[in-house]
């Protein structure tokens, strides 16, 4: 919340904004070993129809915000009717219509932000995968749909959406801004002098 006091970013709505997760990243195959070839580009046929059925109901582009360390290459390549992009994630949250997202913290920023959220799981990843997607959407309280559901009408989505957002404020309080007089940060350095000097 600190970010968004100190930047004072234009806030758009662009683009439908997807976080995407891989699933063969380092901290999931610990855990079950690596995703066949096979499983990988199912999952993306159906991330990628998911993806174009949103882009169609709401007539916006999209574009796929990907971790630092995520291979481009290969995002594009199961991709390769979005634009993918590194770097850039909280410069397009910002101009977000709507965002997207496995299982992402960056999606504290369009929390922040009171952007729509769809959180996504997919019949191709791990019971761990699925669980961990469910997390943030279970905690915040926006909603969760499989890749696999595309019978979407758009005033009931956007109802549901808008209704969701009304939500947030429950999570940004608790978790994320305790103080609208006081950055974080000052609250943190105040906290400290008041209890050790």
């Given at each position: 919340s600190d970010i968004l006091k100190i930047e004072k970013k234009e806030?758009?709505?662009?683009?439908?904004?997807?976080?995407?997760?891989?699933?063969?990243?380092?901290h999931e195959t610990e855990l079950k070993g690596n995703v066949s070839e096979k499983i990988i580009q199912q999952h993306y046929f159906y991330l990628d129809k998911?993806?174009?059925?949103?882009?169609?109901?709401?007539?916006?582009?999209?574009?796929?915000?990907i971790h630092p360390r995520y291979n481009l290459e290969e995002h594009q390549k199961y991709l390769p009717n979005f634009k993918i992009i590194k770097f850039k994630t909280r410069e397009y949250v910002y101009k977000a219509f709507l965002v997207t997202t496995f299982d992402s913290s960056a999606v504290?920023?369009?929390?922040?932000?009171?952007?729509?959220?769809?959180?996504i799981t997919s019949d191709f990843m791990s019971k761990n995968e699925i669980e961990h997607s469910k997390a943030y959407?279970?905690?915040?309280?926006?909603?969760?749909?499989?890749?696999?559901?595309?019978?979407?009408e758009k005033q009931?989505?956007?109802?549901?959406?808008?209704?969701?957002?009304?939500?947030?404020d429950s999570y940004i309080n608790n978790f994320l801004h305790f103080d609208d007089n006081k950055l974080g940060i000052q609250k943190i350095i105040d906290t400290i002098k008041?209890?050790?000097f």
């Open positions: 806030i758009k709505e662009d683009y439908i904004v997807h976080l995407d997760a891989s699933l063969n990243y380092y998911f993806l174009i059925n949103l882009s169609n109901i709401f007539n916006k582009e999209i574009i796929v915000c504290i920023d369009a929390v922040l932000l009171k952007k729509k959220i769809i959180g959407s279970n905690l915040i309280g926006y909603m969760n749909l499989n890749t696999k559901e595309i019978n979407i009931t989505m956007l109802k549901n959406l808008n209704d969701n957002i009304k939500i947030y008041e209890r050790y």
